[in-house]
T-cell receptor, first 116, second 113 residues
Framework: DTGVSQNPRHKITKRGQNVTFRCDPI?????LYWYRQTLGQGPEFLTYFQNEAQLEKSRLLSDRFSAERPKGSFSTLEIQRTEQGDSAMYLCASSPTGTRRTGELFFGEGSRLTVL | GQQVMQIPQYQHVQEGEDFTTYCNSSTTLSNIQWYKQRPGGHPVFLIQLVKSGEVKKQKRLTFQFGEAKKNSSLHITATQTTDVGTYFCAGPESGAGSYQLTFGKGTKLSVIP
């Protein structure tokens, strides 16, 4: 499968624990995004990477959230000291470099986080 | 910040009926995208509109971008059960140099067979 791959697909954790999600984008895509989606809402932007550089972060993103893309390929999203409000679907998306800053996004299946 | 609003939030239609969802932005958009998310699935890109007044068709789906580039619509003719899902519009954040898309809350379509 050459689509965007995310794991784990589901994670249940206790409040206060740290969690990490991994995203493997489509191999030729150098743009990678993390979005968060809660029930009944559209995806909400978290952060953006171009190759290994993190070029944009949401102003709403707590400092408990950190993302990396060390070699410009896969990316990880870590949430420290999880809170119940962090429960959501975490979506990774990738896209090829294009003439526009915002082109078609290819989303992965998502990682669903439940914080108890 | 920029807001993208969609109406209606929910729509139930009988199979064969038409369906329209509307999207409005608080700011002028350079382009607008539409995505479909099936129940339990992830958003899948449908189309991107760039030009003022642009109309694009994909089989039974018709997408329109307003003249002022602040609104858009998606119309489905003769809905089928395979059209079930949530339809999102998304526009680029208005801040200079931003790569983020701002999504609406979506319109959830149910089709009664």
């Amino acid at each position: 499968d050459t689509g965007v791959s995310q794991n784990p697909r589901h994670k249940i954790t206790k409040r206060g624990q740290n969690v990490t999600f991994r995203c493997d984008p489509i191999s030729e895509h150098n743009r990678l995004y993390w979005y968060r989606q809660t029930l009944g809402q559209g995806p909400e932007f978290l952060t953006y990477f171009q190759n290994e550089a993190q070029l944009e972060k949401s102003r709403l993103l707590s400092d408990r959230f950190s993302a990396e893309r060390p070699k410009g390929s896969f990316s990880t999203l870590e949430i420290q000291r999880t809170e119940q409000g962090d429960s959501a679907m975490y979506l990774c998306a990738s896209s090829p470099t294009g003439t526009r800053r915002t082109g078609e996004l290819f989303f992965g299946e998502g990682s669903r986080l439940t914080v108890l | 910040g920029q807001q993208v609003m969609q109406i209606p939030q929910y729509q139930h239609v009988q199979e064969g009926e038409d369906f329209t969802t509307y999207c409005n932005s608080s700011t002028t958009l350079s382009n607008i995208q539409w995505y479909k998310q099936r129940p339990g699935g992830h958003p899948v890109f449908l189309i991107q509109l760039v030009k003022s007044g642009e109309v694009k068709k994909q089989k039974r789906l018709t997408f329109q971008f307003g003249e002022a580039k602040k609104n858009s619509s998606l119309h489905i003719t003769a809905t089928q059960t395979t059209d079930v899902g949530t339809y999102f519009c998304a526009g680029p954040e208005s801040g200079a140099g931003s790569y983020q898309l701002t999504f609406g809350k979506g319109t959830k379509l149910s089709v009664i067979p």
